[in-house]
């Protein structure tokens, strides 16, 4: 698998500056989430650095988009039965139905914020205990990443991605990539060199999930199409 995909990625080319749909590979989909996390992280929230800090209970993602954190997911990485402080722990929605349900909340940060602790403090060595996940996943949608690019027309497919920036305030998000150029739902030709922007709260609104869901790590997602990405290469 990786021979052909070292193959494929033969004789790449640049593509113009534009606006437009960019499809992430089931492979490099979780750097969504952990986006995502750090937005939702209790201590960040507490400080005012999260440009997700005013929209608890709001809908962040689109309808029907749903990230669970499952700490009893069976095989999976991150498995426990209680959080950092002792705490015990649940399958949760963070994302239900697009809308943001819960803060990543230890005792400290929950203090900070007027809430109870919720079973999402990681353990530390020498250390007062942080926040953390168990097992992160995007459920996945009903359609395939082949339907999603065949509706998207043309754009790109991203397949590698180079030291993402984000603002953690505004949300602003750029990253380095690398991977596909698809035509009439068809990939045509390898890219290289292009960087994609946006900012993540519009990302999220828009992002749609594939069926191609599998559980490789702790945090998994299906290939997402997020459309009118700003582009930019020649």
Known sequence: TAGERAV???????????KGVVIYDKRVAPSLIGAFLGAISGPSVARGVSFLKDRLGEKVFAGGVNIVDDPFLEKALGCRNHDGEGLPVERKLLIEDGVLTRWLLNMSSARQLGLEPNGFASGGFGSIPGVGTSNVHIEAGEKSAEMLMKEAGKGLLVTDMFGPSINPNTGDYSVGV????????????????????GDLPSMFARLVPASDLEFRGRRNAPSVMIEDMSIAGN
Do not use: C, H, M, N
């Not at 990625?9 to 534009?18: A, D, F, I, M, S």
């Not at 698809?182 to 922007?197: H, K, L, M, N």
């Open 178 to 197: 690398a991977g596909f150029w698809f035509e009439d739902g068809a990939v045509q030709y390898p890219v290289s060199e292009v960087t994609i922007a």
């Open 8 to 18: 494929a990625r033969l004789g790449p080319k640049k593509v113009k500056t534009q």
